[in-house]
């Protein structure tokens, strides 16, 4: 603000005052805060500006920072293991593999185990969809993929485990679980026999990966908490392909309630048997024989 005193011609003094919105600006301006966002700076800044906050967009996306190529090579390295994963990961391990690896099996644990029930209840009349698969198949891997690691990383850390990270249990079983997906999509043939090769394939090799993985990290623990350890992970592992198998992939199972449905349905209106069901019932007698169903 400026005074400015002036005299009239009549000998009056007037006083006036001018604002000086201009220098007051100059003035009085509020230097812009360079940290201010909804999002916290990048790496590299110090170390209060980096810090990261758990509701903030960047604490979640250092998770999937990878881009496709190099999850394509981590897929191959886990089909055709050279070297130890954790190497592979570089101590950068990623959640995007394994969430899209998840929900892929996810999906075709529900399409081809829908098809294996199909033909294992055809001839029966129509047929409906059972959505409890596509809802049994998340619940199993999503569950399997999320707590199995979490409970193993605590365990690991109970015992002084300094190695143990929590992301690289995660990425590890995450990529552990994309040979299901082969094995999903040839498990589901009226052959039972070869389904339960194939699914005790892809246990072998998934099983082999995350012992071979693991076993560095369960080492670190005496040796009788490591073997125990290493019991149960593959224990755990075994109840999980057996779950795929019994829950997706029981072609025999499902033909066998429907067989002694119709035989008991026969002697009760004491019908005679037809040729056909004294073929499948032959058939059905030699599978149970041979799986000890």
């Known amino acids: 603000m400026r ?8 000998g009056e003094i007037i006083l006036t005052s001018t604002l ?21 700076p990048p ?13 903030s967009l960047s604490f979640y996306s250092q998770f999937f920072d990878v881009d496709t190529n190099e999850v394509v090579r981590r897929c191959y390295a886990a089909i055709f293991p050279r070297a130890n994963f954790l190497d592979v990961l570089e101590g950068n391990p990623d959640l995007y593999g394994p969430f899209w690896i998840a929900t892929t099996v996810v999906m075709i644990l529900f399409l081809t185990g829908t098809i294996s029930h199909y033909l294992s209840r055809k001839g ?43 992301l690289e249990c995660w990425a590890l079983y995450g990529y552990a679980n994309l040979i299901w997906i082969p094995v999903a999509l040839i498990s589901w043939s009226p052959i039972t026999i070869l389904n339960w090769v194939f699914v005790g394939a892809g246990f072998g090799i998934s099983a082999l990966f995350l012992f071979r993985n693991l076993y560095p990290v369960l ?24 779950a795929i198998k019994i829950l997706f992939f ?44």
Not at 250 to 266: C, F, G, P
């Open 3 to 10: 005074a400015n005193v002036t005299q009239n011609s009549e």
């Open 20 to 40: 000086d919105f201009e220098d007051g600006r100059s003035r009085n301006k509020i230097p812009p805060d360079s940290n201010a966002g909804f999002l916290p």
């Open 43 to 55: 790496l590299g800044s110090t170390s209060t500006s980096s810090k990261r906050f758990l509701w």
């Open 124 to 166: 029966e009349g129509h047929f409906e969809y059972d959505f409890t698969l596509l809802s049994g198949a998340a619940g199993l891997v999503y569950g399997y993929t999320g707590v199995i690691p979490i409970a193993l990383w605590g365990v690991l850390k109970w015992f002084g485990s300094e190695s143990a990270n929590l």
């Open 219 to 242: 080492s670190a623990t005496d040796v009788k908490t490591s073997k125990v350890l290493l019991i149960l992970v593959v224990g755990l592992h075994a109840g999980l392909a057996i």
């Open 250 to 293: 029981a072609y025999v199972r499902h033909a066998a309630i429907a067989l002694d449905r119709d035989l008991l349905t026969s002697l009760r209106h004491g019908s005679p048997v037809s040729k056909k069901n004294k073929v499948d019932g032959t058939e059905e007698g030699l599978g149970r024989v041979l799986l000890g169903l």
